[in-house]
């Protein structure tokens, strides 16, 4: 099973193969934004992919309208929509740093 990695938060957590990120995150309390409540919309939920980018599956429709709307950096997405096949690791600016 795919595993998602919280940095620095040094926290980990297996999931299902089509799990989204927030999923995997809520399963593991570790906190992330959100005013949507994962409708796509408000992109508080934006993550880093420090690594695995290319384990996640490829942004749909509404996630790629939204990061071009929030202007995301190549190597975010949005924990609510970005789904994981393989292994990732992962980060934002409000957990702190090692
Ligand atoms: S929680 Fe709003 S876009 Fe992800």
């Not at 429709?61 to 995301?72: A, H, T």
């Amino acid at each position: 099973m795919p595993r998602v990695r919280f940095v620095p938060l040094g926290k980990e957590r297996e999931i299902k193969a089509g799990t989204t990120i927030l999923s995997a995150a809520n399963k593991s309390e570790v906190p992330i934004g959100q005013s949507c409540s994962g409708d796509g919309m408000c992109g508080w939920c934006r993550v880093s992919v420090v690594d695995g980018l290319g384990e996640l599956l490829p942004p749909g429709d509404l996630e790629q309208r939204l990061m071009k709307e929030k202007e995301f950096l190549p190597n975010e997405r949005a924990a609510c929509l970005a789904k994981v096949k393989g292994d990732v690791t992962v980060t934002t600016t409000y957990w702190g740093h090692e």
